[in-house]
């Protein structure tokens, strides 16, 4: 079953989770961000996880279809967008609430074969307080045809954006990130499953990561506004071993970014409304 109609019956469908923010949390993430104190933004991601049984794991390393997420059968799972509201803060040592519902499901075609967007809001609260808003959308895809190219993102002058920072990415940060968030995703660390199973030339670096590093670069830009808002959307895979460009440049009253691949294409785009500090 691939088509959304056959899965009206999830949506609504809704889950709760909790967990408390630890200071362990906020070194873990601090230490992959090259940071060395305060509070990283991102850290939604490593709260919450389904901690599912290894007997209920599915073939890809991520929990069974059929339980909260609906059991599409289009083989291929990614993070395609994501519209992350802030709400307020969080501290260690605060119970994080997280409560789900299954937003929407939508079917699409697209170049490489059929598409199902599974829309996901999370609303979440620490210490009893909002502290933030998200709509998480996640894409399942067709197998890879026999010869078919991988994506490589989409135009992009670079001239256009006022500050860059360069990233080389590398497995023993695709394993630390997926360690921390719990995500037993093959697709970021088992070569031979990447490449024989779901057809790509290489390990595949996170889109949440990627969205980690744009989003903290945003924040250090300015010295009295920070993140009110950040909407992106990734456009094409990144490969372990590339170097990416983090761009930015000031538009409407916020930021317009992007994440830069080897070739100079965009292979995610943002935008992050900003508010005082």
Not at 50 to 77: N, T, Y
Not at 79 to 102: L, Q, Y
Not at 176 to 181: E, G, V
């Amino acid at each position: 079953m691939s088509n959304a109609t056959g899965y009206r019956d999830w949506i609504g469908k809704r889950q709760h989770r909790e967990e408390i923010l630890t200071a362990v949390h906020v070194d873990a993430l601090n230490a992959l961000l090259d940071r060395e104190d305060g509070m990283p933004l991102g850290l939604q991601w490593l709260l919450c996880q389904d901690r599912v049984p290894q007997s209920k794991i599915g073939a890809d390393g991520h929990p069974r279809r059929g339980d909260f997420l609906p059991p599409v059968s289009l083989p291929r799972r990614m993070w395609a967008a994501g519209d992350v509201r802030f709400d307020g803060g969080a501290v260690p040592g605060e119970v994080v609430t997280r409560a789900s519902s299954i937003a929407g499901i939508e079917e699409k075609n697209g170049a490489s074969g059929a598409l199902l967007f599974v829309h996901v809001d999370h609303d979440y609260t620490a210490g009893a307080r909002a502290w933030l808003k998200e709509r998480h959308t996640i894409v399942y895809r067709d197998a890879p045809r026999s010869g078919a190219p991988s994506a490589e993102g989409h135009p992009l002058d670079a001239g256009h954006y006022t500050w860059r920072r360069e990233i080389r990415t590398d497995t023993v940060q695709l394993f630390r990130y997926s360690a921390m968030t719990f995500n037993g995703h093959r697709i970021h660390y088992d070569q031979r499953y990447v490449t024989e199973v779901e057809g790509y030339p290489g390990l595949v670096v996170h889109g949440p990561l990627m969205a980690t590093w744009l989003m903290n670069f945003a924040e250090t830009l300015y010295e009295d506004r920070t993140l009110a808002r950040f909407t992106f959307r990734v456009h094409a895979p990144v490969f372990v071993g590339e170097t990416i460009t983090l761009l930015a440049r000031a538009a409407d009253g916020g930021l317009e970014l992007a994440v830069a691949n080897a070739l100079g294409r965009r292979v995610l785009g943002a935008n992050a409304a900003l508010k005082e500090r």
